[in-house]
């Protein structure tokens, strides 16, 4: 027998301000057709003056709680993936503990930016496997609307806010690629390309800083390292294209999981897209896209599903599930 991180329940939450890309035409020098076009986004959510980062996580926590059936004392950790906690410190994961009541265990967040929830998932899943926690709750949560620099029509069109949440649970599996669970983790980062994309601020600065990003760049490193970590992981679970249900890829940019689709040999079809209304919401944006596709009846339990994430740092990965 081998112990599987298993998905018992999933949530999210989005603040009710919704964006849509005209909006920046009155202060940039954009349009709706550039965004649509060149990054697939139709508009996004902001969170509200005062909303914060472990708000939203609780909330998209709670909903995650209530469909696995258990309060928050029957959870053992919570890893918050974010890189927009709501203060330098404590983490946002323990302000979300003390927010939903939990009483016990432990809580931390992951900063890997827009690759942070694979790597959240990586660390659950340790936690899992080797016994140290039998539940873990795994949350991403973002604000990056207040590390926007407003002048910037490069970046700031192309972010947004929320939340997503799992629920992962220790379950028995036969230790093949049909148990239900975390089947495979692959996870790399090369600070040689920190400057692609990074904040101009911190404790060295002394202020919260703006995003600053060599969007094309980035690109260009995206398509190959995503496919590449993707069909790694696959491997590592002994599963093959035709056996993928649902690709649910970190929401950047439309082209970059077209051509990552593509490079896998996986069709459209197969692939959960939010990015047209979210954005990208960094770290919570493939727990958002778990969730939106659980909710459309998209995914479904015993589903084959595969996650893959790029940014800052460079940091990327990929997790390889069975529903
Ligand atoms: N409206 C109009 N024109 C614009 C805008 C805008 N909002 N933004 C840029 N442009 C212009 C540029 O100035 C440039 O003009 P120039 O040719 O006169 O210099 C032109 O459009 C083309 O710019 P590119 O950056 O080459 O455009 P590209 O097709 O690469 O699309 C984009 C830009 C959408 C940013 C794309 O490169 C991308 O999505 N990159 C990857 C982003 C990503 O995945 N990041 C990782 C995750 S994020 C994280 O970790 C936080």
């Avoid at 996580?57 to 919570?78: F, K, R, S, V, W």
């Avoid at 609307?145 to 036969?174: H, K, N, P, Y």
Wanted: with cysteine.
């Amino acid at each position: 027998m081998t112990l599987r991180s298993v998905v018992t329940g999933v949530g999210h939450y989005l603040p009710s301000r919704v964006v849509p890309n005209s909006a920046f035409e009155a202060t940039l020098d954009t349009t709706d057709e550039w965004i649509r076009s060149r990054s697939g986004i139709e508009r996004r959510h902001f969170a509200e003056k005062g909303e914060t980062t472990s708000q939203m996580g609780t909330a998209a926590a709670q909903n995650a709680l209530e469909m696995a059936g258990i309060g928050p004392d029957d959870l053992d950790a919570i890893i918050v993936a974010t890189s927009t906690a709501d203060l330098t410190f404590p983490s946002a994961a323990t302000m979300v503990q003390s927010a939903l009541g939990m009483t016990r265990g432990f809580a931390f967040d992951v900063q890997a930016v827009c690759a942070g929830f694979v790597y959240a998932l990586g660390n659950a899943n340790a936690l899992i496997v080797s016994g140290q926690a039998r539940r873990v709750l795994v949350v991403g949560a973002e604000t990056f609307s207040r590390i926007m620099d407003w002048t910037d029509r490069s970046t700031c069109v192309l972010f947004g806010d929320g939340a997503g949440a799992l629920v992962l649970e220790a379950q028995e599996g036969a230790g093949g690629s049909d148990d239900r669970g975390i089947l495979a983790v692959d996870l790399h980062s090369d600070g040689a390309h920190r400057d692609l994309l990074y904040v101009d601020g911190g404790v060295s600065t002394g202020t919260t800083g703006y995003l600053r990003m060599q969007g094309n760049q980035v690109f260009r490193h995206a398509v190959e390292k995503l496919a590449q970590t993707a069909e790694t992981a696959m491997e590592r679970a002994g599963v093959g294209a035709g056996d993928v249900d649902w690709v649910v890829p970190h929401q950047a940019n439309i082209r970059i999981i077209q051509g990552t689709a593509k490079k896998m040999g996986v069709p459209m079809e197969r692939v959960v897209v939010t990015v047209q209304d979210h954005g990208n919401t960094s770290a919570a944006s493939i727990p958002l896209a778990l969730s939106v596709g659980h909710a459309r009846g998209q995914i479904k339990r015993g589903d084959l599903i595969v996650t893959e994430a790029i940014g800052g740092g460079l940091a990327w990965g990929a997790v390889v599930l069975r529903w």
